[in-house]
C-alpha cells in the first residue's frame, strides 16, 4: 500500500471528525505483516492524527493473526463464528431466540429487583468475586432463566461474552476455559445440579477475574459451600396475567384469566396455555393442551416414585395427613402399596422443587391445577379406568366429596360421564325437601360440576316440584355454612354463562327469585336472574333477543305476583351500563364463553328495538297492573329511550285522551326534566310537553302541586308554584267568592 492511501485513508470525513472527538485510529488489513512494516504504517498514520488533534491516541494497525489471537480469549465469539470445541453450548443470540419465541414481549417484575442487580454486579469484571458461582435458585417455569438472560442483554457488551450450556455441558466447557489463559467468559448454566455447581466452582474458582458462572437450578437442594443463594418466588398472579396480555393479545380476557388461574404462577405454563388458545377454545376445554404438558410434568419430575405420588395426591382435591384426618392418607398408602410416611417425605421434596405440592393445616394437595389435571389423567389410567365401579366402590366416605370435587374441576369429559352414571340412582331419590340439607345439597353440586348434561336437569326438575313454601325453606349460607340458597344461585349462575344450560339456570333462578329470603343482598337469586336480561354484562353467552323473547313469556303469566318480576326484570332490560363480578374462571371443567354483547351500534338498536317492542305488548295489555308496570317502564327509561330517537313510539304509548292524570303528571315531569337537562333537547319533544299539559282545572292543578319541592328550587324559583296558580285561579276579588 502506498503511502499516499494510508494517508487518504486516514482523512476521510468520518474519519477525521472522530479523530477530533478522541477516538483511537485502528487500521485492519486481511493479511499478516511483519513487525517493522506494521511500524512504519502506524508512523505515517500518526504523523497525520497530530495534523488533526495532537491530543487523540496513536493509530493502531491490525492483522489477520490479532484478530484471530484476540477472537480466541473470547469463546462466545468463537461459538458465533467458528464453533469448535464450544459444540454443545449456544452464543447469546441463539439462546435468546430459543428463550424468547413464546413470550417475545419481557414483562419486568418487581418482586426480582434485588436479584436482577445482583446478576449484574456478579458479572462485573471490574470486580472480583470471591466465588465464580452465583445459583439463582426457584420453581421450574417461573422465570428464572428468562431474568437471567433480559438481565444480561441490558448490560453492555455483555452478550459477546455469554455461553449458555445445560448441567454437565455446562461442566465440560468448565475445563478449556480454566486452560484458556485469556479466555473472558458468562457462562450460563442452566438446569444446573448442585453436584454440578459445585465441580464448576472447584474447576473455576481459581480463574474469577475473567470468567463468571451463573448456574440456574430447579433441584431446591441447598449447598453448604455456597454462601449466597437467590431464590425467585413464584410471582402474583396479576403479574402473570400482565404478561399474557402483553404477549397473547388475540386470548380474550376470561380465557386468558382461566390460564393464569390453571397455572397459578408458573408463566411457562399459562403462556403455553395462551399459545394453544385457539384449539383450546374450538373444543370447549383444556384438554387438548393437557397432553403437552403430561410431558412436561415427566420430563420435569424424571422419576416415577414422585410421579405416582402426584398422580396418587391428584385424585383428590386435598388429602389430610395428620390428626384426626390421618386416615385419608392411609387410602393413598392403599394405592402406592407405601407407607404414609415416605409418601409424606416425597411429598415434602415435590413442595420445594418444583413446587407441585402444597401442605395447607393437615391437608396436602397438588397446585397448579394444570399439574392437578394432567396428574389426575395420570391417576385415572394408572389406577381406575378398567374398573372405575370397583374403586369409587371402596373410596373412604371423607375422601369422596374431595375426589368428587377433584373430578368436576381436573377430568375429562369422559370421566365426568363415567362417575356421573355411577350417581344416577343416588340422585334420582331426591325429594324437594332435600334441597334445604347443606351435606346432600353440597354433593349433587359436585355432581352437576362433574356432569352438567346429566344433573342440572335433575336439579331445575327438583326445584320445579317444590312448592313454594319448600322453597322458602332454603335459607342462605354457602355450603359447610347454614343453608344451601347461596351455594344454589351461585351454581345456577356459573352455568347459565353456556348457552347449552341457560334455560335449565334461568328456571332456578326464577323459582327461587318467586321465593326470595335475601331480600338485603345484592346477588341474591332475584338480582342474579334479573342481571341474566341486561344487554351487557349478563353472565351468558345467549344472544339478548332470545333472553328477551323468554322474559316476554314471564310476562304472560297470568299470577300478578310473576308479573311483577318480570316487569322489574324488563326495566333493567334497558341498562347499558353497569358491572358484574368475575365468576370462576373454570366452570365444570370448561372455560365459560364470552358474554355476548352487541358488536355494532346498529346490532345494539336492535336490541333496544325487541325491548320496546316487549314493553308497547305490555302496555296494550288488557291486565291493568301489566299494562301499568310497562307505562311506568317507558317513563323511568324516556331519557334513554329519547336519546335513541324513539320519540314517535313512545308517543303512541301516552295519548292525552287515554292517559291517567297519574300517570301524565309522571309523564310530563320525566319529560321538563330531560328538557331541562338536555340542551339538545329536539324541538318534537318540547312541542310533545306543551301538549301533555291538560287545561282543565282539575289536571293544572294537580300539574302545578303535584311538582316536588326541588322542581321549582332547581330554577331558583322557590314560590313558583304560586305564582304559577295565581296566572289561572278565577279574579278573587268578585263580589261571590269562588268556591272548590
Known amino acids: 500500500m502506498l503511502v499516499a492511501d494510508l494517508k487518504q485513508e486516514l482523512n476521510k470525513p468520518y474519519s477525521t471528525k472522530l479523530i477530533k472527538k478522541g477516538y483511537g485510529y485502528c487500521f485492519c488489513i486481511c493479511d499478516d505483516l511483519t513487525p517493522e512494516k506494521k511500524s512504519e504504517w502506524e508512523k505515517i498514520l500518526d504523523d497525520e492524527i497530530v495534523k488533526i488533534d495532537p491530543s487523540a491516541p496513536k493509530s493502531k494497525v491490525v492483522t489477520a493473526?490479532?484478530?484471530?489471537?484476540?477472537?480466541?480469549?473470547?469463546?462466545?465469539?468463537?461459538?458465533?463464528?467458528?464453533?469448535p470445541q464450544f459444540v454443545n453450548s449456544l452464543a447469546f443470540e441463539h439462546w435468546g431466540r430459543n428463550i424468547t419465541k413464546l413470550t417475545s414481549e419481557y414483562v419486568e417484575v418487581n418482586l426480582w429487583a434485588s436479584i436482577k442487580q445482583q446478576i449484574i454486579e456478579h458479572t462485573n469484571f471490574n470486580n472480583i468475586p470471591n466465588t465464580a458461582i452465583l445459583p439463582i435458585q426457584g420453581e421450574a417455569g417461573v422465570g428464572k432463566t428468562r431474568l437471567v438472560y433480559e438481565t444480561l442483554l441490558r448490560i453492555q457488551g455483555a452478550k459477546n461474552l455469554v455461553l449458555y450450556a445445560i448441567d454437565k455441558k455446562a461442566l465440560d466447557l468448565a475445563y478449556p476455559l480454566a486452560r484458556e489463559q485469556q479466555a473472558k467468559t458468562i457462562l450460563v448454566a442452566d438446569e444446573c445440579f448442585p453436584q454440578t455447581q459445585a465441580e464448576i466452582k472447584n474447576i473455576l474458582n481459581g480463574v474469577t477475574d475473567r470468567v463468571r458462572v451463573i448456574c440456574i437450578d430447579n433441584s431446591g437442594e441447598r449447598i453448604d459451600t455456597f454462601a449466597q443463594q437467590l431464590w425467585l418466588e413464584r410471582i402474583p398472579e396479576e403479574n402473570v396475567d400482565t404478561i399474557l396480555k402483553k404477549n397473547f393479545v388475540n386470548v380474550p380476557p376470561d380465557r386468558r384469566r382461566a390460564y393464569v388461574h390453571l397455572s397459578r404462577g408458573f408463566i411457562r405454563l399459562a403462556a403455553d396455555l395462551c399459545n394453544q388458545d385457539s384449539q383450546i377454545a374450538s373444543q370447549g376445554n383444556i384438554n387438548s393442551a393437557l397432553s403437552d404438558t403430561r410431558t412436561y410434568l415427566c420430563n420435569r419430575l424424571n422419576d416415577d416414585i414422585k410421579l405416582r405420588v402426584v398422580e396418587a395426591i391428584s385424585l383428590f382435591r386435598k388429602v389430610g395427613y395428620r390428626d384426626e384426618v390421618r386416615e385419608e392418607i392411609d387410602f393413598l398408602c392403599e394405592i402406592l402399596k407405601s407407607d404414609g410416611d415416605n409418601i409424606i417425605e416425597i411429598a415434602q421434596q415435590l413442595k420445594d422443587v418444583p413446587g407441585y405440592v402444597a401442605f395447607a393445616?393437615?391437608?396436602?394437595?397438588?397446585?397448579?391445577?394444570?399439574?392437578?389435571?394432567?396428574?389426575?389423567?395420570?391417576?385415572?389410567?394408572?389406577?381406575?379406568?378398567?374398573?372405575?365401579?370397583?374403586?369409587?366402590?371402596?373410596?373412604?366416605?371423607?375422601?369422596?366429596?374431595?375426589f368428587l370435587h377433584r373430578v368436576s374441576t381436573s377430568s375429562s369429559e369422559e370421566v365426568r360421564r363415567i362417575v356421573g352414571e355411577f350417581f344416577q340412582h343416588w340422585v334420582a331419590q331426591l325429594q324437594p325437601i332435600d334441597l334445604s340439607d347443606v351435606s346432600k345439597v353440597e354433593k349433587l353440586i359436585v355432581l352437576i360440576e362433574i356432569n352438567p348434561e346429566d344433573y342440572l336437569p335433575q336439579l331445575n326438575n327438583l326445584i320445579d316440584r317444590a312448592s313454594k313454601e319448600e322453597l322458602l325453606k332454603v335459607k342462605g349460607g354457602f355450603i359447610n355454612g347454614v343453608g344451601t340458597r347461596r351455594s344454589l344461585v351461585w351454581l345456577a349462575e356459573k352455568m347459565a354463562a353456556f348457552p347449552e344450560f341457560f334455560s335449565y339456570a334461568e328456571s332456578i333462578l326464577w323459582?327461587?327469585?318467586l321465593a326470595e329470603t335475601e331480600f338485603n343482598?345484592?346477588?341474591?337469586?332475584?338480582h342474579v336472574w334479573q342481571e341474566l336480561f341486561r344487554i351487557y354484562l349478563s353472565g351468558t353467552a345467549v344472544s339478548f333477543i332470545e333472553r328477551i323473547d323468554l322474559l316476554e313469556t314471564r310476562l304472560s303469566s297470568e299470577n300478578e305476583e310473576e308479573i311483577n318480576l318480570a316487569l322489574e326484570c324488563l326495566n333493567k332490560a334497558f341498562d347499558t351500563e353497569g358491572s358484574r363480578i368475575l365468576g370462576s374462571p373454570i366452570v365444570a371443567g370448561r372455560i365459560p364463553p364470552e358474554n355476548w354483547q352487541p358488536q355494532t351500534q346498529l346490532e345494539l338498536k336492535e336490541c333496544l328495538d325487541r325491548a320496546l317492542d316487549v314493553v308497547l305488548n305490555a302496555a296494550r295489555s288488557n291486565i291493568t297492573h301489566l299494562q301499568a308496570g310497562a307505562l311506568k317502564i317507558a317513563i323511568d327509561r324516556i331519557p334513554a329511550l329519547l336519546s335513541y330517537g324513539y320519540l314517535e313510539h313512545i308517543k303512541t304509548l301516552f295519548l292525552k285522551e287515554n292517559t291517567s292524570?297519574?300517570?301524565?303528571?309522571?309523564?310530563?315531569?320525566?319529560?321538563?326534566d330531560f328538557i331541562r337537562f338536555n340542551s339538545d333537547a329536539s324541538e318534537?319533544?318540547?312541542?310533545?310537553?306543551?301538549?301533555?299539559?291538560?287545561?282543565?282545572?282539575?289536571?293544572?292543578?294537580?300539574?302545578?302541586?303535584?311538582?316536588s319541592p326541588w322542581s321549582y328550587s332547581l330554577r331558583d324559583k322557590k314560590e313558583a308554584w304560586q305564582q304559577e296558580m295565581n296566572s289561572w285561579l278565577p279574579d278573587t276579588s268578585a263580589s261571590k267568592p269562588y268556591s272548590v
Do not use: C, M
Open 65 to 83: 493473526s490479532d484478530l484471530a489471537r484476540w477472537a480466541s480469549q473470547y469463546p462466545a465469539i468463537i461459538v458465533k463464528f467458528f464453533q
Open 684 to 707: 318534537e319533544v318540547t312541542q310533545w310537553l306543551q301538549s301533555l299539559i291538560p287545561d282543565d282545572f282539575h289536571g293544572r292543578l294537580i300539574q302545578t302541586v303535584g311538582k
Open 521 to 526: 343482598i345484592g346477588n341474591n337469586a332475584t
Open 511 to 513: 323459582k327461587l327469585a
Open 661 to 672: 292524570q297519574e300517570i301524565l303528571v309522571s309523564l310530563i315531569r320525566r319529560l321538563e
Open 361 to 402: 393445616g393437615r391437608y396436602l394437595y397438588i397446585t397448579p391445577e394444570i399439574i392437578a389435571q394432567v396428574s389426575f389423567e395420570g391417576a385415572w389410567k394408572r389406577w381406575i379406568k378398567y374398573d372405575p365401579p370397583a374403586f369409587l366402590d371402596k373410596i373412604p366416605q371423607p375422601l369422596l366429596d374431595a
